[in-house]
């Protein structure tokens, strides 16, 4: 499955749970990750809508179409970004002149959030709500094999979750989000408390590679070795 559809996919989750917030930022790490995905750009421009209806109703419905226009740029056969065009058309306060000079959306998505009030905080607010810990691993684990660094805090919460398969999920891929700054008092807290021990070896996995680069991640690692070494 293409890294675009796994994120498209935690943006989904999101949206059916009516955390736009959360699915805005992932979706745009989504449209990030293939700029040309059509479907990606569609998941933004339905989570702006949807956003559309809390405030800034006027500027948030000009991204979205924006965003949907981009849409049909990458695919002028994406049914679904036609119908959602023109409920905006129909329904929205957009004037013909407001339509009409609005373009394809042709920046970073990455940009996209911060216009609207949204962060990563957000998605890291959602994940850590989402009630089933298979959903939290799911997500973890998507986030943690194709999103940006800028996801890397969803990778820190998933390291304090209370299930140990979420966090195993998270040692397994921290490699790609080393330069998290929440992660050496994360890990930190992992070893101190002795929970990395009964996460073995996938704790001592995580911090060797670290440990190459962050003098902080080798004395964990040789604090976790000590503490293996005890009787």
Known sequence: MRAQSLLEGVGVLFLNRRQHRAALVALCSAASASPRGSSAWYGVGNALLMLSTENDAIRRLRLSLSCLLRALEEDPDNRLAKELIEVIERRSPLTPED??????????????????????????????????????????????????????????????????????????RLRRFATEPALQSV????????????????????????????PWAARLLSDLSDDGASP
Do not use: N
């Open 187 to 214: 890990l930190t807290e992992l070893v101190r408390s002795g929970r990395a021990r009964a996460l073995e070896p996938y704790s001592s996995m995580a911090l060797r590679p670290l440990a190459r680069e962050a």
């Open 99 to 172: 339509r009409a000079s609005c373009g394809a959306f042709a920046e970073d998505p990455g940009e996209i959030p911060p216009r609207v009030g949204a962060s990563v905080e957000d998605l890291v607010r959602a994940f850590v709500a989402l009630p089933a810990w298979q959903e939290r691993m799911q997500v973890t684990m998507f986030v943690g094999e194709h999103g940006g660094p800028s996801l890397g805090p969803v990778l820190a919460a998933a390291l304090k979750d209370a299930h140990g398969d979420v966090c195993m999920a998270a040692l397994k």
